[in-house]
């Protein structure tokens, strides 16, 4: 998790809050309780800071734990990993899994233009 640390930690409703504003952002979905279990949580560890260094100044990036987040479940979302892009409030993707540096980045370059 240390690699996430710049990265701000959704709590609770905050996730609820964002959606409800309208906001357009990208989630990180994670599970520290299964990462000893399921191997790809710490390779989209990894992989989601740097997706945050190359698109930070266009979009908001977010992390959050599945077992500590509320609303989570109304996505649809029941495991992790998955990163889901927001716009406007409503879940426009999800990517599921550890994907292709090029998936990531064909999801964001949609989101942004």
């Known amino acids: 998790m240390k690699?996430?640390?710049k990265i701000p930690k959704l709590k609770g409703s905050d996730l609820?809050?964002?959606i409800s504003k309208g906001?357009?952002?990208v989630l990180y979905v994670?599970?520290?309780k299964d990462f000893e279990k399921i191997r790809?949580?710490?390779d989209v560890d990894i992989v989601f800071p740097e997706l945050a260094k190359s698109f930070g100044e266009k979009v908001k990036?977010?992390?959050c734990d599945?077992?500590?987040?509320?609303g989570l479940s109304d996505l649809g979302i029941y495991f992790s990993p998955v990163i889901i892009i927001f716009k406007d409030g409503s879940a426009v993707e999800k990517l599921e899994g550890i994907k292709s540096w090029s998936e990531?980045?064909?999801?964001l370059e949609k989101l942004i233009c």
């Open 61 to 63: 990036f977010f992390w």
């Open 3 to 5: 690699r996430l640390e």
């Open 23 to 25: 906001e357009t952002f």
């Open 66 to 70: 599945i077992d500590e987040t509320e």
């Open 40 to 42: 790809e949580i710490f």
């Open 104 to 107: 990531y980045n064909r999801a």
């Open 16 to 18: 609820r809050d964002l």
């Open 30 to 32: 994670r599970s520290q």
